[in-house]
């Protein structure tokens, strides 16, 4: 495939994205198979206060996100949060970060497939695994071919299912009221438990950064794309969560396997049904290609780190990470026999709860530690130098990771804990060889 090699001085990805490209990029991971497959799993633990939980969620989003985008403003890298963690602790953290977000990253991409094969086999009869390999084979191509086509594709499919959302949101204004949107008999622990179960439909704002080394101006274009996307997807999850409780209930939506689909079903009947299927199975791929594209960057970027076999750090003639595409591909696949969305869901968003308090804590650290360095985008609001909304970052971060289920934190712990004596040997090793 005549690779050359990514430490070659001469820049080897194209910065052919703008703030237009970048947003959709961010906004067509968020809208994903989240919003589409989740809202039901979220509406079984919170009930009709959903909507709070979406509420939750992008508050942590929100927070997290202005740290990512002042992070990203002074290391417009591939590598993200590995450069970030790296740079205000150490090597071996910063391993541990990109090592979760890989982990997620593999593990999401897997369950939007399953997802895109169990609509594909609604429409078609195709078995669901066969359905499943393929969009992830289809997807690894397309990434292969370029990043600027993988961006028209991805965008093209995003204004598709923002079309779909936009769709529920406007036959939920003439049910409002119908249903209560509020049930005090729930607690205020299984509305956070449900925030926490819907944050994987807020998973792809951290993903911006990782097209820093694709996107033009990136110290100015990335955080600005990162804010946009949490604006624009939190406003459409809000108002959706509750278009669909008005419609249909929180019992009917809680047990439907559709939901967004059986929303519009009771709304206006079996053709709108078909519909906002339709554009289910768009978003599902659209999510798979998008995540692919985003996960295979920082396999990539921590491959030029050297934190990962320089055999992912390789650039194919069309500048695109090939190798780092099909390893994430080839890993995806293997994940494909996880168990159900909502368990897994939960694993991706523990994993990220874990990385959104080491970022939080790292921009709070170079803000102490490093004052002077150029930060074209800053946080506000600080006291004696401590930027306090990433300090809030790391409380609500940890009141959502704590509200987990106990199996889903004990499989988190195993992950990070595999993840942190590989990366503990590999940087011992390298510090007792230094000169």
């Known amino acids: 495939m005549d690779y050359v090699k990514a430490v070659n001085p001469e820049p080897q990805l ?97 369950t939007v497939a399953l997802g895109f094969g169990g609509y594909f086999q609604a429409f078609t009869g195709f078995p669901l695994l066969a359905s499943a390999m393929g969009i992830v084979i289809l997807s690894a191509i397309v990434v292969w071919i370029g990043v600027k086509q993988s961006a028209w594709i991805g965008g093209f499919f995003t204004l598709i299912e923002t079309a779909g959302l936009l769709f529920i949101i406007w036959l939920g204004i003439s049910f409002f009221g119908t249903q209560p949107l509020i049930d005090f008999s729930i607690p205020i622990t299984s509305v956070l438990a449900g925030g926490a179960l819907v944050f994987f439909a807020f998973i792809g704002f951290e993903d911006i950064v990782r097209m820093s080394e694709e996107t033009k101006k990136p110290r100015k274009t990335i955080p600005r794309a990162i804010i946009l996307s949490i604006i624009i997807s939190s406003v459409l999850y809000i108002l959706v969560a509750i278009a669909a409780i008005s419609i249909v209930g929180a019992e009917s939506l809680a047990d439907s396997s559709a939901p967004l689909a059986d929303v519009a079903g009771v709304a206006q009947g079996q053709e709108s049904f078909l519909v906002l299927s339709i554009i289910a199975l768009f978003s599902t791929g659209n999510t798979v290609l998008l995540f692919l594209l985003v996960v295979s960057r920082i396999l990539y970027g921590m491959a030029t780190e050297k934190s990962l076999p320089s055999f992912f750090g390789s650039i194919n003639k069309r500048s695109s990470p090939g190798h780092a595409v099909f390893a994430t591909g080839f890993f995806a696949l293997l994940f494909l026999l996880v168990g159900s969305i909502g368990f897994v869901a939960n694993i991706t968003a523990f994993l990220l709860f874990v990385v959104f308090i080491i970022v939080n804590l790292s921009v709070i650290r170079l803000r102490l530690q490093q004052p002077n360095l150029e930060r074209p985008f800053k946080v506000p609001l600080s006291i004696k130098n401590i930027p306090l909304l990433p300090v809030l970052g790391v409380l609500t971060s940890l009141v959502l990771l704590v509200s987990m289920p106990l199996e889903v934190i004990g499989l988190g712990i195993a992950i990070i804990v595999v993840g942190g004596l590989y990366g503990w040997k590999k940087f011992s090793q390298k510090e007792l060889a230094a000169p």
């Open 14 to 110: 194209k910065r052919s994205l703008g703030l237009f490209s970048t947003t959709l990029i961010g906004i067509g991971i968020i809208l994903g198979a989240g919003i589409y497959a989740l809202i039901g799993e979220g509406v079984a633990v919170a009930g009709a206060n959903v909507w709070i939980s979406f509420l939750a969620a992008a508050i942590v989003a929100g927070l997290t996100g202005l740290g990512y985008a002042e992070l990203s403003s002074m290391y417009p890298k591939a590598g993200a949060e590995y450069n970030y963690v790296k740079n205000a602790f150490s090597k071996k953290w910063g391993f541990l970060a990109g090592w979760m977000i890989i982990v997620s990253g593999f593990i999401a991409i897997s």
